[in-house]
């Protein structure tokens, strides 16, 4: 009886210390985001009192509009290509390291860095380096006798995509790498060295050793990769502003332009609950597949 008496007496306390936070979750994530579902049906400008509940008609426009089609072509293209990329120069950069003797930490800082810059900044400069006339790129381009391989790298709707990709590349790889190298240092070093005595090369010990051994590190990796790459904004608005033309408008940059630059509330967080539940069905298929891979290995 008296356990039962302190177990409900800690639990008293332990409501009243979870509250607060319960109470500013609520505020802040549930209540808003139960007004978007709710404003999803409506034709609100964002602005004015007047709501007007429109029923189904905003994503009835989604499903018939090319604009909006080109935006979930480009979404997916940067989420795939990123998920790929960037998880196999991180897994790269993390083996590399992980074999360096001497200032290991010194290029586990280098490499890191560029994830401390915030996504504008690091528009910024990689606009400043692809621009067609004075860019560092086409510049180097000339030096090195390859001038004819310059480009408009950001103004030419062929190049435009690739060039937000690669300099995405940049920035992120450097965060999952330090995921990849603390999977790296947790195998155990007995089983490379036990390969190496059966005569196993690089190659075969990373096939057979590294990467089945990494595949808790590369769930966690894909997952993050996937999820940040379907919400990128900060470098297609600094370098790209969408265009040329709609090359490089996704959905999360369509909802900002049709929310706050169009006025048209209700349909950009109608696209938003199209994007949250992409994410959620990318998300849960690579979870499924991912783990499966893991119980395998």
Not at 6 to 22: D, G, S
Not at 187 to 196: F, G, N, R, V, W
């Amino acid at each position: 009886m008296i356990a039962q008496l302190k177990k409900k007496k800690w639990t008293n306390y332990a409501i009243w210390f979870i509250l607060p936070a319960f109470l500013l979750y609520t505020a802040f994530v549930i209540i808003p985001t139960l007004s978007s579902v709710y404003l999803s049906f409506t034709s609100w400008d964002g602005l004015s009192s007047n709501i007007r509940y429109i029923g189904l008609d905003n994503f009835k426009e989604i499903l018939s509009s090319p604009r909006v089609h080109n935006a979930l072509k480009n979404t997916l293209i940067f989420a795939f290509s990123l998920v790929i990329l960037e998880n196999a120069l991180a897994l790269l950069l993390a083996i590399l390291v992980d074999q360096v003797r001497w200032f290991r930490n010194f290029f586990r800082s280098i490499f890191y860095f560029p994830v401390l810059m915030s996504g504008i900044i690091m528009g910024f400069i990689w606009m400043i380096i692809m621009n067609y006339n004075f860019g560092v790129l086409n510049q180097l381009l000339d030096m090195t006798g390859l001038g004819f391989l310059k480009a408009d790298w950001l103004g030419n709707p062929d190049f435009a995509l690739i060039a937000i990709v690669l300099s995405t590349v940049w920035k992120a790889a450097g965060y999952y790498m330090v995921i990849y190298l603390a999977g790296l240092q947790g195998i155990p070093q007995e089983l490379h060295e036990a390969a190496s005595i059966d005569g196993a090369n690089r190659w075969q010990q990373f096939r057979s050793i590294t990467f089945p051994l990494l595949a808790g590190a590369m769930t966690v990796c894909v997952m993050l990769s996937m999820i940040g790459s379907l919400k990128i904004f900060d470098q297609i608005a600094v370098m790209t502003d969408g265009g040329p033309g709609f090359a490089t408008e996704t959905l999360t940059y369509i909802i900002y332009k049709v929310g706050f630059g169009e006025l048209r509330q209700g349909f950009g967080t109608a696209l938003s609950m199209v994007l949250f539940l992409l994410t959620l069905a990318i998300s849960l298929i690579q979870m499924k597949v991912l783990r499966k891979r893991e119980v395998q290995m």
